[in-house]
């Protein structure tokens, strides 16, 4: 038996919630010896603030950090152009990266036919970075895999291997990209990603159940999304929350079109992904435009309104008596509610 455990951090809606936030607080708080990146590719964006410094990452996991040991998994596809300026943009910034960053032999490369042909998308909205069509030629059984690729071999890692050791405890952190609504099974098809952003999706990377531990669960108080399907109500209460809570991809630039929390996506999400702890980011942008909404009943207009913050932290601390729940009001961290 492996001496493996795994804590996870996934994303319980369209992406975007602070994962990035979430995974940088833990890696600083609790003793990893690996962090990884479990699915998805350049199409990610994590916003990170280190040492007071703003970083946004794509691919790289954020153990680098912290100097601990980083693996882009089995789960994730690579751009090899992208991996490389990425390394390069953290080394430029003061992140040593030196011996940190590796990449699973098994994972898939995206490669530019990949590009060109997500490049044109109008239908899903994509974030043209050949993500669809690199998983479509992995389930087809011709794509290409890191490990026949000779610009990468100093990168490689058998993941296995690296994971099951017996001659030393490992403690990893895998962090998710993009979240339970643009799961390729559980969102909303077709306007989702093509990997699976569950916490299932990070078992798929060869990690038996019985080496999880916690499952961090994340969430805004408010829900965005970016892709081609309409999502923003014409209420002007949402402009106000777009331009308030910075809502702008990480990765594109587009405009995050908002809208409340959808309630029961929601229970859903944090059941299917097993969440024991939720994170509840960006209360401090509701605080702003002074409203606090849930969507109830499905797609349905129906929704639950509240006189203010704490009864809105209230209902969802009942809702979800499973879970401990955290609220956090800053881009930094985040809290343990009372
Ligand atoms: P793809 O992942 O680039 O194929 O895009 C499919 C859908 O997922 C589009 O609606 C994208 O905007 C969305 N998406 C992909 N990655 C992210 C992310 O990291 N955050 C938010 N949306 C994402
Ligand atoms: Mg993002």
Redesign the pocket.
Known sequence: MSNLIVDIVVGLQ???EGKGKVTHHLLKERDYTHCVRYN?GG???HTIYHEGKKFVTHLVPAGVFYGIKSIVGPGCVVDINNFFKEIQMLNDNGIDTDGLIYIAENAHIVQSRHLQE?GS?TK??????G??PAYRDKYARHGLRAKDVDALQPYLINFFNEMHRTDANVVALFEG???FQ?DVDWGDYP?????HCTTAGALLNGIPPRCVRDVWGVAKMYE??????NFQPADEIFTDIQRVGKEF????G?P?QCNWINYDMLSRSILINGANHVVFNKVDILREVDAWHLRINGRSTSELIFQNEEQMKDYLTKSFPDSTLYFSDNPESFELCA
């Not at 306007?191 to 990997?195: G, N, P, Q």
């Not at 991809?249 to 594109?252: I, K, M, R, Y």
């Open positions: 369209a992406g975007d998805g199409n990610a964006g997500d998308d899903i909205g994509t974030t043209r970075t993500n669809g990209a993009q979240g643009l306007y989702v990603t093509s990997s965005t999304y970016v892709g081609a399907k991809g990480a990765t594109t587009r995050r």
